[in-house]
């Protein structure tokens, strides 16, 4: 519920603080959170006005996302993985992903923070993991006037590296200070499509990060793999994650570099790839920087695009939620013209399932 839509606050709600919505007739409509600070003036815990936003309304909702995903206590094809995806399992503001028996919480809005000790606690009973270890430090708590939170809420501090499993490959992921929670848990699947096309070719990963592609690829056999990124941190982490899947660790490739000033080298010096894969970070902010962003992604997939030969494929993804994906095909297409090369789209790749898209909040 935006500020804008709002007549009138009864009362002296605190951030976090359940409010009943009324319509103007005074019709009760849904319990939620209200946050004094954001434009998301309310955000919405349930539409039955009778309800009850307490330990066991959280419960409730967690044990529903968990089984959506079937999990009991346990892990399957992946030790890692989207346990609660805010909006899209009905908990605004919450996400929780797990590695292996540690959840990892990011609490975003002022209702998830006020609620944070009754959700540990359910992502405990439900999951059967024995620490939650919570990672608030995304940006987007300012705007709910909430400062930075971390550290360990339930259970043992983890350790400084967990090693996770994704559908057979294993990697290090660093819960406290890597990405988001540590891990691209979003790119699961695609790492899966990555190695099945990766046979024989020579890979370009680019914004590799810790190396998650480059080591799909040399699992799918690729010849050779080179992996971009500016951050030495996590190229660190990369090869150490390709000697962890019995790989040398120089197979990955690292280069140390600015990307798009790398891609441009390499088209410089007419260097091919079979297989490039493009997953820059957010380049799309906010409205105001939706034209540049548009420019940084034509012309990162347009070099990319030079370095094909002809036959050769590009993984390439947009994580801005501001450019659609029709808008992402129009950048894709007048990247195409510009480098010169004829492009289908053979397969339309999303988020893993862990990450669902609720139809009624797609944002
Ligand atoms: N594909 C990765 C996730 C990429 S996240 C995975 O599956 O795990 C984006 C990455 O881009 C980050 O690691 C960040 O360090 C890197 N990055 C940001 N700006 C960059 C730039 N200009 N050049 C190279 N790397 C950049």
């Not at 359940?18 to 954001?38: D, I, K, N, Q, R």
């Not at 995304?138 to 909430?146: F, I, K």
């Not at 939170?149 to 819960?175: C, H, Q, T, W």
Request: net charge negative; proline share 4%.
């Amino acid at each position: 519920m935006f500020s804008g839509a709002i007549a009138r606050v009864e009362g002296a709600p605190e951030p976090g603080d359940t409010v009943l919505l009324t319509s103007s007739s005074g019709e009760a409509l849904a319990l939620g959170a209200f946050s004094p600070s954001s434009q998301i003036r309310v955000r919405i815990w349930t539409f039955d006005p009778a309800g009850e936003i307490d330990s066991s309304f959280f419960d409730d909702r967690v044990r529903a996302a968990a089984a959506r995903r079937n999990i009991s206590g346990g892990w399957s094809v992946s030790t890692a993985g989207r346990i609660v995806f805010s909006e899209a399992d009905g908990v605004p503001g919450l996400v929780a992903d797990g590695y292996g028996d540690v959840v990892v919480a990011q609490f975003l809005s002022a209702g998830a923070e006020k609620f944070k000790k009754e959700i540990a606690e359910s992502l405990c009973t439900v999951t059967g993991c024995g620490s939650v270890y919570e990672r608030s430090d995304a940006e987007s708590r300012e705007l709910e006037g909430l400062a930075p939170s971390n550290g360990v809420m339930r259970g043992a501090a983890p350790p400084g590296e967990i090693e996770i499993i994704e559908n057979g490959l294993k990697y290090f992921v660093d819960v406290r200070k890597g990405h988001k929670t540590g891990f691209y848990l979003d790119q699961a699947i695609n790492r899966s499509v990555v190695r099945e096309i990766s046979a024989g070719v020579k890979a370009l990963n680019c914004f590799c990060y810790t190396g998650a592609f480059s080591v799909a690829a040399l699992a799918g056999g690729a010849e050779s793999v080179v992996s971009i990124d500016s951050s030495e941190k996590a190229l660190e982490t990369a090869r150490r994650n390709a000697v962890l899947n019995g790989f040398e660790a120089d197979a990955v490739g690292c280069v140390c570099a600015d990307a798009f000033e790398a891609l441009r080298g390499f088209v410089a010096e007419k260097r091919q790839f079979d297989l490039v894969i493009l997953d820059p970070p957010k380049l799309a902010a906010d409205k105001g920087s939706l034209e540049r962003a548009g420019r940084a992604y034509k012309d990162a997939n347009m070099h990319a695009m030079r370095l094909l030969p002809a036959g050769g494929t590009l993984v390439t993804f947009s994580c801005s939620g501001l450019v659609s994906a029709e808008e992402f095909q129009k950048i894709a297409a007048w990247a195409a013209l510009d480098a010169g090369v004829t492009a289908r789209i053979v397969a339309r790749l999303s988020q893993a399932p862990d990450h669902p898209v609720s139809l009624n909040f797609p944002e």
